[in-house]
T-cell receptor, first 113, second 116 residues
Framework: DAGVIQSPRHEVTEMGQEVTLRCKPI?????LFWYRQTMMRGLELLIY????????DSGMPEDRFSAKMPNASFSTLKIQPSEPRDSAVYFC???????????FGPGTRLTVL | AQTVTQSQPEMSVQEAETVTLSCTYD???????LFWYKQPPSRQMILVIR??????QNATENRFSVNFQKAAKSFSLKISDSQLGDTAMYFC?????????????FGKGTRLHILP
């Protein structure tokens, strides 16, 4: 199995630009999670989906962040407009079933200048 | 609300030694899962071990084992015969066993250095 796939692995952009992060979960997994990791705040859950439906987006920092899951094999996290404080590593994770373990992707390191 | 506390921000041990990483959590739930994840310099988050709260037996995975004390709400990770490749950030995590809340709560992490 290929594992969770994220792209790009690194993204450098300028303040005000739109950023789109992509995730392909493990085939057969029906839950998908987006996390943000920073030195100051650690690992934070932004949003998660069950069967392509957003269940809890209370972790999304503000309206500049949005996430979609148009089908079971693809999700995006979009930041528009981006700000320097959005610089972080963004992880996607997926899981099968309700009680099973989350498997993480390699992360996207985002730098907003 | 659930919280996970890792009281050791950073630790260093010599290769081949045994090291124990501490984790405590706070919850009013009786059914839940606990996890240890490893994050090496590559940033990948890797599951090390998991424990179901209803199981009294401590989970073991090769050189990794846990000491789960439910009453004390403690979940420590022991690494035996430590290797250089064990150098990483280790996160303790908690998840309620309910279909109404599937979120994992992570601790702040412990940075572990294995010295040659």
């Amino acid at each position: 199995d290929a594992g969770v796939i994220q792209s790009p692995r690194h993204e450098v952009t300028e303040m005000g630009q739109e950023v789109t992060l992509r995730c392909k979960p493990i085939s057969g997994h029906n839950s998908l999670f987006w996390y943000r990791q920073t030195m100051m705040r650690g690992l934070e859950l932004l949003i998660y989906f069950n069967n392509n439906v957003p269940i809890d987006d209370s972790g999304m920092p503000e309206d500049r962040f949005s996430a979609k899951m148009p089908n079971a094999s693809f999700s995006t996290l979009k930041i528009q407009p981006s700000e320097p404080r959005d610089s972080a590593v963004y992880f996607c994770a997926s899981r099968t079933g309700e009680w099973d373990t989350q498997y993480f992707g390699p992360g996207t390191r985002l730098t907003v200048l | 609300a659930q919280t996970v506390t890792q009281s050791q921000p950073e630790m260093s041990v010599q290769e081949a030694e045994t090291v124990t990483l501490s984790c405590t959590y706070d919850t009013s739930e009786s059914n839940y899962y606990l996890f240890w994840y490893k994050q090496p310099p590559s940033r990948q988050m890797i599951l090390v071990i998991r424990q179901e709260a209803y199981k009294q037996q401590n989970a073991t995975e090769n050189r990794f084992s846990v000491n789960f004390q439910k009453a004390a709400k403690s979940f420590s990770l022991k690494i035996s015969d430590s290797q250089l490749g064990d150098t990483a950030m280790y996160f303790c995590a908690f998840m309620k066993q309910t279909n109404r809340d599937d979120k994992i709560i992570f601790g702040k992490g412990t940075r572990l250095h294995i010295l040659p």
